[in-house]
């Protein structure tokens, strides 16, 4: 059996696109209760993925991380489809641009006379709280 029959087959999913499809050596998701790892063979299963890290071993056996939002992942045969609302990979993240967002949204959170704005900048700032502190880790 050669090396690219032991691999899986990743789709990555958003609304607006299919953010990345490519053959790839294993996953590793920000599980509800805990991370877990996708290898070829891996059991059926259909799980929520929460908001963190996935990262994923290419073909070529090089890391690359990406943060993501909540969604699911679904493994079947091999073949690994992960539906999330928002994804980026962290190589090509702006930390200036992430910093200014987030000062920009602790300011709605603080000022703004709007319930509904406020509960969105919030949702919106422990988002990308979590991206921040992520990227520190990884950068």
């Known amino acids: 059996m050669d090396n690219d029959s ?3 087959h990743l789709s990555i999913l958003t609304p607006s696109n299919s953010f990345y499809d490519s053959m790839v050596n294993n996953i590793i998701v920000a599980g509800e209760k805990s991370p ?3 290898l070829f ?3 059926p299963i259909i799980s929520t993925i929460m908001p963190g890290i996935i990262r994923v071993v290419d073909n070529k056996g090089d890391t690359i991380y990406f943060f993501s939002d909540k969604g699911v992942i679904e493994v079947l045969n091999n073949h690994v489809t992960i ?3 928002y ?4 190589a090509n993240m702006d930390i200036a641009n992430l910093m200014a967002n987030i000062t920009k949204l602790r300011h709605i959170v603080k000022t703004s006379p709007d319930e509904f704005e406020r509960h969105n900048a919030t949702a919106k700032l422990q988002l990308l709280d979590l991206q921040l502190k992520l990227i520190s880790t990884l950068r």
């Open 6 to 8: 032991k691999l899986l």
């Open 36 to 38: 877990f790892q996708v």
């Open 41 to 43: 063979n891996h059991a």
């Open 83 to 85: 539906a999330v609302n």
């Open 87 to 90: 994804i980026e990979n962290i």
